[in-house]
């Protein structure tokens, strides 16, 4: 059973364009985060979002939870070759004790 | 560099074969994991380890087991590896709030033929 799902699976655009990418779930989150994964390496923190209705920016990058906890975006302005990866979201179920991650999002940024 | 340290980087057993996948951790976290990742699937836990001396179950740990060796090593060990069990492995550890996030090893990459 996945818990997040992300859309899309595959996203392959020209450098400087915009793009969305979503992270849904039937259930409740306390919190989500949203990982970004070079091949080769493991996924590192991009932000951990808490508070429904949430927006955190990180540069070109702006991240949003859902008023209701269950989903979340990442949108990111004026894409670059250096944002190509896969990008992850995980959220926590009130378990506290770990984070079910997403399906995951592929990016390619074409120069 | 402090982080997650992770040996082998790349592996191929045959079917039945054993092997023990090593971590260790230099950020005085309490918490390590062991997860797999395969394609369209993200990334599922197997088991992790709270703190030093205690292991639990994830979402797919049959055919694995733990070892929490002390606070900085945490082991996974595929006793008669299967096909099912090709994938890229990650060991990470985290602080008690999980808030702060994991950190990731750069991971195994598993091969069953």
């Known amino acids: 059973t996945q818990l997040l799902e992300q859309s899309p699976q595959f996203l392959s655009i020209q450098e400087g364009e915009n793009l969305t990418v979503y992270c849904n779930s039937s259930?409740?989150?306390?919190?989500l985060q949203w990982y970004r994964q070079e091949p080769g390496e493991g996924p590192v923190l991009l932000v951990t979002v808490v508070t429904g209705g949430e927006v955190k920016k990180l540069k070109r990058l702006t991240f949003q939870f859902g008023d209701a906890r269950k989903d979340s975006s990442l949108h990111i302005t004026a894409a670059q070759p250096g944002d190509t990866g896969l990008y992850l979201c995980a959220g926590d179920p009130n378990t506290g004790n770990q984070f079910y991650f997403g399906t995951g999002t592929s990016l390619t940024v074409i120069p | 560099n402090a982080g997650v340290t992770q040996t082998p980087k790349f592996q191929v057993l045959k079917t039945g074969q054993s092997m023990t996948l090593q971590c260790a951790q230099d950020?005085?976290?309490?918490?390590m994991y062991w997860y797999r990742q395969d394609p369209g699937m993200g990334l599922r836990l197997i088991y992790y380890?709270?703190?030093?001396?205690?292991?639990d179950k994830g979402e797919v740990p049959n055919g694995y087991n733990v070892s929490r060796l002390n606070k900085r090593e945490f082991s996974l060990r595929l006793e008669s590896a299967a096909p099912s069990q090709t994938s890229v492995y990650f060991c990470a550890s985290s602080r008690d709030d999980l808030g702060y996030g994991y950190t990731f090893g750069s991971g195994t990459r598993l091969t069953v033929v």
């Open positions: 380890s709270a703190s030093e001396g205690t292991t």
């Open positions: 950020m005085n976290h309490n918490s």
């Open positions: 259930s409740v989150f306390s919190s």
